[in-house]
């Protein structure tokens, strides 16, 4: 891999161990996740996505640990989503780890789902794609698939080039709506890639 092969080229390359992180992260090595931001931070404390990475490793790590030491997690995310906020103020990274850990955890430990919502306006305020996103992710949670399919749509309204949300978009037809829509599913997946046909996800939107 990429990444790798960077590493073994620099060990203490920070954006190759970010880029390791997410993808440890992905494959649930939360521990490699984490010591792998860690070390991120450390060599380059001025990137506010390396310190939104690390506290989303720990808010997953809070999530899956004893409530005694779950605190102790949630303390140590909430420092470095402070320190993203101050180095990149709404940074879009670290309102998605908050947005998220204040529509989950307990009240006891900061949850606050009113606040979660106001946290999924502000990153609509700031970037459109990614905060309709934030609001279709809480909609799952609480509406239904009317009220996600306009959301989603929106994100792909914001920017018809932004994969993610297309990407989204498709899933919800396929796969997430109660009633799936897979003519939808095949046009949206037909877009994903014109957009990029080297990503997987297109062509199983089409088999879908």
């Excluded at 204040?102 to 999924?120: C, F, M, N, S, T």
């Excluded at 609001?135 to 509406?143: H, K, P, V």
Aim: charged fraction near 25%; glycine fraction near 6%.
């Amino acid at each position: 891999m990429l990444v790798e092969a960077r590493l073994r080229q620099n060990p203490k390359d920070a954006h190759a161990l970010f880029l390791a992180s997410k993808i440890q992260e992905a494959m649930g090595n939360l521990p490699g996740a984490m010591t792998l931001a860690e070390k991120s931070v450390e060599l380059e404390p001025g990137n506010a996505s390396y310190h939104a990475q690390l506290a989303e490793c720990y808010a997953y790590t809070a999530d899956r640990s004893t409530w005694l030491r779950g605190i102790g997690f949630v303390h140590l995310m909430k420092k470095e989503l402070a320190a993203s906020l101050t180095i990149h103020p709404h940074d879009t990274d670290a309102l998605l780890v908050a947005m998220m850990f204040a529509y989950r955890a307990p009240a006891l430990a900061g949850g606050d789902r009113k606040r979660a919502h106001e946290v999924a306006d502000e990153i609509v305020h700031n970037d459109p794609r990614w905060g309709w996103l934030a609001e279709a992710r809480l909609a799952q949670e609480e509406s239904g698939d009317d009220r996600i399919e306009e959301l989603l749509k929106k994100a792909v309204a914001a920017d018809a080039r932004h994969y993610r949300s297309l990407q989204e978009l498709a899933m919800f037809y396929c796969c997430v709506a109660k009633h799936k829509n897979p003519v939808e599913a095949e046009r949206v997946g037909r877009a994903m890639i014109a957009l990029d046909p080297s990503q997987a996800s297109g062509y199983a939107a089409l088999a879908s």
